[in-house]
């Protein structure tokens, strides 16, 4: 994988160069790469390709994208062109010279740009981790809220339950519409934060749900119930 994107590095890198209109550097490199072969890897990784492919290539874009002036006369432009070269030359023994003086220095230099992309690249990575635990922690929020709702829930219709049981006589029977008008009022009140419209067919619900697990209540037919007895269990 590195030797492929070392390749791609050199491949944009040469095309930028022959096409001369703009400098080589890692912003068209980078951008370049990625338009040829779809993904161009960390600021790190092609800036160690480019800087190799600089030295490879004795690239000098001072020199490189300077230009010869294109308003030049006919008589003059072979001359020019001879002049050109020369000055080309000159340029280039110049700043070869120039180089040797700041080798020290380039490499400082790189040394600091890599240690800064790497910097980069762990913060965008801390970045990325720290929006997954915020998502993780939401979800999780979500689902506590879920449970807790589901706790209070079964909580109150046990409340409700309760109530009933100890509004009906402990041995006799009560009709369900006699029930529902002895809940008290807190019961109505709270009952409004849970599904269902309060009536005697909620009520209904909540007592035969206990009457199916065998639990606190008992039917005597006609929409009446009393307390659950020992000998109802031995039914």
């Known amino acids: 994988m590195d030797d492929r994107r070392k390749r791609e590095v050199f491949r944009a890198a040469d095309e930028i160069r022959a096409e001369g209109r703009e400098r080589v550097s890692l912003r068209t490199v980078w951008a370049r790469v990625k338009r040829n072969a779809g993904i161009a890897g960390t600021n790190q990784v092609v800036g160690e390709h480019l800087a190799e492919w600089m030295a490879d290539r004795q690239y000098s874009p001072v020199i490189e994208l300077s230009g010869m002036p294109e308003a030049v006369s006919t008589q003059l432009a072979k001359a020019g062109v001879e002049l050109w070269k020369a000055a080309q030359a000159e340029a280039a023994a ?25 910097m980069l690249d762990a913060r965008d990575a801390l970045i990325e981790a720290q929006r997954n635990e915020l998502a993780w922690y939401a979800g999780e929020l979500d689902r506590m809220k879920e449970y807790v709702a589901t706790v209070r829930a079964r909580a ?8 009933i049981w100890e509004i009906l ?4 029977p009560m009709h369900l519409n006699d029930i529902t008008r002895r809940i008290g009022h807190e019961f109505v009140k709270e009952a409004e934060d849970y599904p269902g419209d309060w009536g005697p067919d909620l009520i209904r619900g909540v007592i035969d749900q206990r009457i199916k697990f065998k639990k606190l209540f008992a039917s005597e037919g006609g929409g009446r119930y009393r307390r659950r007895r020992p000998e109802d269990d031995a039914a």
């Open 94 to 118: 110049v700043l070869e010279r120039q180089r040797l003086r700041m080798v020290e220095a380039i490499a400082a230099e790189r040394e600091l740009r890599n240690e800064a992309l790497a």
């Open 156 to 163: 109150f219709w046990r409340s409700v339950a309760q109530e």
């Open 169 to 172: 006589p402990e041995r006799e």
